[in-house]
């Protein structure tokens, strides 16, 4: 059972968001609730990064495997199909989440646990409740605005919490 619908983030603020993570050839993008797999391809056709999604839906995940292939994306991009409460993702170096508030809060013992200090997370339209966000960019469109949050791990835990 999935605590989050399927709602494809736009590309441009796919775009963006890796941007603003300054993703590069050196990173590890894990995507969490991966979708279509649009945030993984362009992270590794576009930014130069190995990708990998971690998806619970298994059409979702079949759409994935097919889309690595049909990109010649095969040992750059990677789909694991299961809960991202469950899949380790300590090596990530950038977290991508478009998933609820509440969703984010749950996640959020979890990303400390086991993300390394430095590791971006970059959130679309949720805040990470309890982290204080470096960047935060809106990008409007002509029928709504979409929002990007980035958090940077830091060594002390106290670095992320609001005060």
Known sequence: MSDVPFVATPEHVARR????????????????????????????????????GIELRKDLFNQIERGIKERGLEGRVRVIYGSF???????????TLYLLTTVNEKLRPKLERELRPGTRVVSHDFEVPGWRPSRVAEIYDSWTTHKIFVYRLGGLRSYLYKP
């Open 17 to 52: 968001m890796l941007e603003m993570a300054e993703v590069g050839p050196g990173d590890i993008v894990y995507d969490l609730g991966a979708g279509d797999g649009r945030i993984l391809f362009m992270a590794a056709k576009e930014f130069g990064a190995r990708a990998v």
């Open 85 to 95: 409460y469950e899949v380790d993702i300590s090596e990530a170096s950038v977290v």
